[in-house]
């Protein structure tokens, strides 16, 4: 019979840095796909709005661009704990999401007429793009900063060390001290 390991119970830490970055490149290859995408259907509201050629890119950065400001802002305003900045951030975060993710599904609703299966799978899918920008900005967010308390916690834990260590090396001396007084 073998004892060797198998690796079967071995597991990645949540902490482990090539998860992490997996994470972060991820969220931002999934952010940045779907803020093309919306963007692009924003550029053919433009069009609806009658704006000259030269301006259109402008509506798409005025509903997609706050999306992901707010998911971002979001983050300060929670580590610095404060309650109406990020209650205004996250109310109007979703408002410019689901103004992002209507003006992306009609953009598709009116190319395909919704016709078919899937026409409606395509505006559907279409109007989920700025949902996908707002919630991996505030992913990422999170992924990238320190919970609050991480810092104090690390000192906790260093100072606690400290004194272990002191009352160990004096343990150490009085147990030396003994050791030499018997014999």
Excluded at 109 to 129: K, M
Aim: proline share 4%.
């Amino acid at each position: 019979m073998s004892t060797r390991r198998t690796g079967a119970g071995q597991r990645v830490g949540g902490d482990h840095p090539a998860l992490h970055w997996v994470s972060v490149a991820g969220t931002i290859a999934v952010a940045m796909s779907s803020f093309a995408i919306s963007f692009t259907a924003l550029l053919e509201v433009a069009v609806w709005q009658h704006l000259p050629e030269r301006l259109r890119f402008m509506t798409a950065l005025e509903v997609d661009l706050p999306i992901v400001v707010t998911g971002a802002m979001q983050i300060v305003f929670k580590h610095r704990e404060q309650a109406f900045p990020l209650w205004v951030t996250r109310v109007f975060g979703w408002i410019v999401t689901a103004a992002s993710a209507g003006a992306n599904f009609w953009v598709t609703a009116a190319a395909s007429g919704l016709v078919t299966p899937e026409d409606w799978i395509g505006a559907c899918f279409h109007g989920f793009a700025p949902v996908s920008v707002y919630v991996c900005t505030e992913l990422l967010g999170h992924l990238i900063t320190r919970p609050k308390g991480h810092a104090t916690e690390k000192r906790r834990i260093a100072l606690e060390h400290k004194a272990l260590t002191a009352q160990v090396r004096a343990l150490t001396r009085q147990l030396r001290a003994a050791q030499t007084e018997a014999s």
